[in-house]
């Protein structure tokens, strides 16, 4: 694949970010000073909630009793005859309560909301699988939620927006720029602006200022380290090739980041590949773009020479997204994970593949993974196991795929 | 001593406070841009904070947010911006930029600043770079002697307020509320006693913006500042540029900065 990351000679290690949320040369902070205190406060607390038995042992109990974990790793046999390559097998985050990975993250950020004392959460959402899952934690703790979504992706995932309001969520809907999730960050970092003090902002990716970035990725972890177990289990080895969508880059890299010094193990990133390689075309900074500053870190971007966003496209709302987390940026320039893309098209034959063949609606975000899977795995031996994060069910995205295929 | 400095040193020489207007570069266009400079310094005004339009500032409300989105829909560029400013070099007040650090990065650190020194531009706001970040940038600045105005807000702790001091040259931007840009009817209570405080902490001019749109906001805060920001009061009038009478919208402007002005001038 000519658009795999070259390798430098640093190897990437887990013990990543530092003191200062740098991840090799990406992370960091660059948010306005308004902010500056709060993101101390956040980060020192997690700190202490990270060695804390009592709220790891919360955690826990609502990610097994609540979410429904361990989510099963499952063996996708009629998908992987149609590849005829190597063994498909699926890590079921569609399973999970709210029908997506984005639940890890909210329960464990509404923990942290509730420690440091704050009463009310706001949110971003794209897909407005986030915004579920920070309406579900807010509705199960008690909590004011506001969640800030574009009025495109009001339109393409409106089931979500019915739920987060049953769920008692406010919906916010974003009308500047390109009214989809980058707006609806930069609305999300407004209003925190304002109501900082009071007010825990639950950011829905790695990505954004230090410590995001790192809290995110360890709550999501809990994907990987349950599929690296399964596998142990279940194959009695590791996988051979690990795939997963790259919106801002959450579920990829809690799928990751526990096999990063397995270096047996090899990671492919798929990106948003849109309707081509163009610019304005296809959400993939990590293929298409460069270093440089968005929403508070720096990391891969889709950015004009003059330092603007680029305007991007996905036919999925969770990956229509100029920027990445930085450790994905940190991982591609160590050639850790080997990032790629996939286009609308094809990915909508992957979702059409896993639906027809397993009987398993994959969200648009997931259809991304699961149809660069199925390429990688047709070139692989039947021993061989390619394990995929299956990071969404695709309710949501019936309707608008109906849409798309009349239109 | 840099431009600002000596500004500084001028201006409390004789007892007088900066009215510091900012504008958008490029709304609706530059040539509006440089009319509404040159009336601005016309009226009084001692120095000019010219916003580099942006795709994501956050630290924006609706009417700077929807300025920004004006120009760049014209697809204005920081080179024209900055070639713009370079024909201003007879205005009397000094002019700095409020610039992105995604933009001066995308451009880099060195070529920024030499770019808008060049067009004789005095400083930079950067609103998005942390003082921890800030060492690279302010080596630069330092060496070419263009100032780094580092802002402080009502969230700053103050030992932090104190690092940022010392780190800070030309003014300490006092961010007078917990938000956004944008005008606001009241002030928080605190603002004059805790501007008194980092008064006391450092010689360095302190200069107040957001949210400061009446004659009433700048008594009040005259007393402890060197100078005050107006943004979205400004903004706001320039915004019936694109379409109206671009004349009328000059004249409402001056005479908005010169009811400021004024009423500054008045108590000191
Ligand atoms: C099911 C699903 N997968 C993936 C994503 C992309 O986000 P991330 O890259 O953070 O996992 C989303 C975002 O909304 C999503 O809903």
């Known amino acids: ?407 | 001593m840099s431009e600002i400095d000596e500004l500084f040193t001028e201006l409390r020489g004789g007892g007088k406070k900066a009215f510091m207007p900012f504008v958008t570069a490029g709304d609706p266009d530059l040539e509006f841009t440089t009319a509404v400079l040159r009336e601005l310094t016309a009226a009084g005004s001692s120095m000019c904070e010219v916003g580099i339009p942006y795709s994501d500032p956050i630290a924006d409300g609706p009417v700077i947010q929807a300025s920004y989105t004006r120009a760049l829909e014209k697809k204005i560029r920081l080179a024209e911006i900055l070639k713009t400013l370079g024909e201003l070099k007879d205005l009397s007040a000094p002019l700095v930029t409020m610039v992105s650090y995604a933009i001066c990065h995308r451009h880099g650190l060195e070529n920024y600043v030499a770019a808008a020194k060049q067009a004789g531009v005095a400083g930079a706001i950067v609103p998005d770079l942390l003082v921890e970040e800030a060492d690279e940038l302010a080596a630069i600045c330092q060496r070419e002697d263009f100032s780094l105005i580092q802002l402080v807000t009502p969230t700053t702790p103050r030992e932090r307020q104190k690092r940022i001091a010392e780190k800070t040259t030309g003014f300490i931007y006092y961010v007078s509320v917990t938000g956004i840009t944008g005008e606001r009817t009241e002030l928080p209570p605190q603002l004059v006693d805790n501007v008194g405080w980092l008064r006391e902490q450092t010689d360095l001019p302190i200069c107040i913006g957001f949210g400061i749109s009446t004659p009433g906001h700048v008594k009040l805060l005259a007393p402890v500042a060197d100078g005050l920001i107006v943004g979205s009061a400004i903004v706001r009038r320039i915004c019936e540029a694109g379409s109206g009478d671009r004349d009328a919208v000059l004249r409402s402007v001056r005479d908005y900065a010169a009811g400021l002005i004024a009423a500054l001038d008045s108590r000191s």
């Open chain 1, 1 to 407: 694949m000519a658009c795999m990351s070259e390798t430098s000679t640093q190897k990437a290690v887990a013990n990543v970010p530092d003191a200062a949320g740098r991840f090799g040369d990406f992370g960091g902070r660059y948010v306005p000073e308004t902010l500056t205190r709060a993101l101390d406060e956040l980060a020192v607390e997690y700190d202490k909630a990270k060695v804390d038995a009592q709220f790891q042992a919360e955690l826990n109990d609502l990610l097994a009793n609540y979410v429904g974990r361990p989510s099963p790793l499952y063996h996708a046999k009629r998908l992987s005859q149609q590849c005829g390559g190597a063994q498909i097998w699926l890590k079921r985050e569609d399973l999970n309560h709210t029908g997506a990975h984005k639940i890890n993250n909210t329960l464990g950020q509404a923990l942290l909301t509730l420690r440091m004392g704050k009463r009310r959460v706001i949110a971003e959402t794209g897909a407005g699988q986030h915004g579920v899952a920070t309406a579900t934690a807010c509705a199960h703790f008690g909590l004011p939620c506001v969640v800030y979504m574009g009025e495109e992706d009001i339109r393409r995932q409106a089931p979500n927006v019915f739920s987060m309001k049953l769920l008692g969520a406010e919906v916010r809907p974003v009308t500047t720029g390109s009214r989809t999730l980058r707006d609806a960050i930069n609305d999300a970092m407004r209003d925190w602006m304002s109501s900082v003090a009071d007010t825990h902002y639950i950011l829905g990716s790695v990505v954004g200022p230090h410590p995001f970035p790192r809290i995110v990725r360890d709550f999501q972890s809990v994907i990987g380290r349950e599929a690296r177990e399964q596998s142990q289990q279940r194959l009695g080895r590791l996988p051979d090739c690990v795939v997963a969508c790259v919106g801002g880059g959450s579920n990829a890299a809690g799928m990751f980041y526990p096999f990063v010094e397995d270096e047996g193990v090899k990671l492919i990133g798929v990106e948003a590949g849109g309707r081509s390689s163009t610019a304005g075309d296809h959400a993939s900074p990590l293929t298409y773009g460069s270093p440089g500053v968005l929403h508070g870190s720096f990391s891969y971007v889709m950015q004009d020479e003059d330092g603007q966003t680029c305007d991007v496209h996905s036919v999925s709302a969770g990956l229509d997204y100029p920027g990445v987390g930085p450790e994905h940026s940190y991982w591609k320039d160590t050639g850790r994970v080997a990032y790629t893309e996939c286009r609308d098209a094809e990915a909508m034959q992957g979702f059409d593949a896993l639906a027809k063949r397993e009987g398993i609606l994959p969200a648009l975000e997931s259809s991304h993974a699961i149809a660069k899977a199925m390429e990688v795995a047709a070139g692989m031996s039947p021993d061989a196991v390619v394990l995929v994060c299956l990071s969404g069910r695709g309710d949501k995205d019936a309707a608008e795929i109906a849409r798309l295929r009349d239109g």
